[in-house]
């Protein structure tokens, strides 16, 4: 895997890790409140929770190439979708 890939890869975390390293160097250069502090935890959890979701893969609809010949051969109308991440 190149760096480009895996910068484009983990761009979320990366981008939410800077950010958030950025605000907790304000938080202890300003000395904050405890409750600021809490809406910082926050925020990590949520970028933490946003990552993990956007990680999933939705289960595969055909199992094997047999089940995509069958499908295309029913004469119904197929649509084939090409996806790439990069």
Not at 7 to 13: A, E, M
Not at 57 to 69: G, M
Request: proline letters at 2%; aromatic letters at 8%.
């Amino acid at each position: 895997m190149t760096l480009a890939q895996l910068l484009n890869q983990n761009s979320f975390l990366l981008v939410s890790g800077v950010a958030l390293g950025g605000a907790l160097i304000a938080l202890i250069a300003r000395r904050a409140r405890l409750w600021v502090w809490l809406v910082w935890i926050a925020a990590v959890a949520v970028a933490v929770i946003l990552n993990r979701a956007a990680r999933t893969t939705p289960a595969r609809a055909f199992e094997s190439a047999a089940e995509v010949e069958r499908a295309i051969a029913s004469g119904a109308p197929t649509l084939v979708e090409l996806y790439s991440n990069y």
